[in-house]
């Protein structure tokens, strides 16, 4: 049996469309409705097929919908909830996809009180946006955690569950707060890091410039690919998860004065015992198949 029947997708760029994409490749039957709030989207959308229909407005996309995923910038959350409040039919299941998870939830259970809303995340993208970056695949052995209300009904969070399982997701359950202090660590520093070394690189003069584009094989290289991540998308993230993010900035840059300090005066075992350490890190990750440099993982739609 399939989890939801009449899902209705609200921003219909990487994500939405990889949703969609994955919603037919896995849950024949399923009805998929879109709306995005740029009709160049929208009109796009309609070229590739992938939704069942495509609404001109957030409200006419929810009427019938069992399932409501957002799937916009984090920081579209309220603007959204607000303009799907007076459609949405009582009994349908609320979700989003976004990056941090506290302030989306506050967001959403302000502005839609009686809602049965189960967030998730998909840990899992690249640094694509629109709809023509969508695939089917991009969820297949990632994990997506779901962030339910303490009060949340046990068989909404089944049915959710269930759900990105179809899409080849793994399930963890975690609480919101837990989930944006380990999402600060794991993904948003590193982004942070990325757009601060590349911003770094492009503040040199002229000439070295040209030379960090021309020698940028290996470590620049892969800093500039995560450094091409939707600026709207990671403004939003971290004006939302804001504490998390400014707690692990602040250890990050008590690890960085102490690496200064061991080259400064040449402490090169100091050096060698971190990158032994981190060394063994990268290690388990390939041996718990996580590694996301082997697939493509979409970078063959550059
Ligand atoms: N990109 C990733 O790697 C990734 C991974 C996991 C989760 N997420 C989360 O998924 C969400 C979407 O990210 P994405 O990468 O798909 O972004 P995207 O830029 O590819 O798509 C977002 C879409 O939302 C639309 N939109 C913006 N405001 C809207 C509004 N008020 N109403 C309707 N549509 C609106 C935009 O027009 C755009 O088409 C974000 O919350 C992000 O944090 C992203
Ligand atoms: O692989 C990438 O390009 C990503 O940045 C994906 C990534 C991540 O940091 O792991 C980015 C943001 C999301 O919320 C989830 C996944």
């Known amino acids: 049996m399939l989890p939801f029947s009449n899902i ?19 849950m024949a039957g399923a009805r998929i409705t879109g709306f995005d709030a740029d009709p160049t989207v929208r009109a796009r ?44 039919p009582a009994d349908a299941i609320v979700s989003d996809v976004g990056s941090s998870k506290g ?21 899992a993208g690249t640094e694509h946006s629109g709809p023509d970056a969508g695939f089917a695949t991009l969820f ?48 948003h520093l590193p982004h942070l890091i990325a757009y601060t070394i590349v911003g770094t690189a492009s503040d040199l003069e002229d000439v070295t410039r040209s030379e960090v584009i021309k020698y940028s094989a290996g470590g620049f290289r892969d800093f500039t690919r995560i450094a091409a991540s939707d600026p709207t998308m990671w403004r939003d993230v971290f004006m939302s998860n804001k504490d998390a993010v400014l707690e692990m900035l602040q250890r990050f840059s008590e690890d960085l004065t102490a690496l200064q300090r061991a080259i400064r005066w040449d402490k090169g075992d100091e050096l060698f015992d971190l990158f032994t350490k981190t060394r063994a890190i990268r290690r388990r990750i390939i041996e718990e198949g996580q590694d996301d440099a082997a697939p493509d993982f979409g970078r ?3």
């Open 140 to 187: 297949h052995d990632r994990w997506c955690i779901l962030t339910p209300p303490d009060d949340a009904l046990e068989g909404d969070v089944e049915q959710v569950k269930a759900f990105w399982e179809k899409m080849g997701a793994n399930i963890e359950i975690m609480d919101a707060k837990h989930h944006d202090l380990v999402l600060a660590v794991t993904s």
């Open 8 to 26: 209705a997708i609200i921003g219909l760029g990487l994500i939405g469309s990889s949703i969609a994409h994955s919603v037919r490749a896995s």
């Open 300 to 302: 063959s739609h550059e």
């Open 45 to 88: 959308v309609i070229e590739l097929g992938f939704c069942d229909d495509v609404s001109d407005s957030a409200g006419a996309a929810v009427t019938d919908a069992d399932l409501v995923m957002l799937c916009v910038p984090v920081g579209a959350m309220a603007a959204i909830a607000a303009e799907i409040a007076d459609d949405l």
């Open 103 to 123: 302030s989306v939830m506050e967001v959403l259970s302000k502005t839609l009180p009686s809602a049965r809303i189960i967030p998730a995340h998909p840990v």
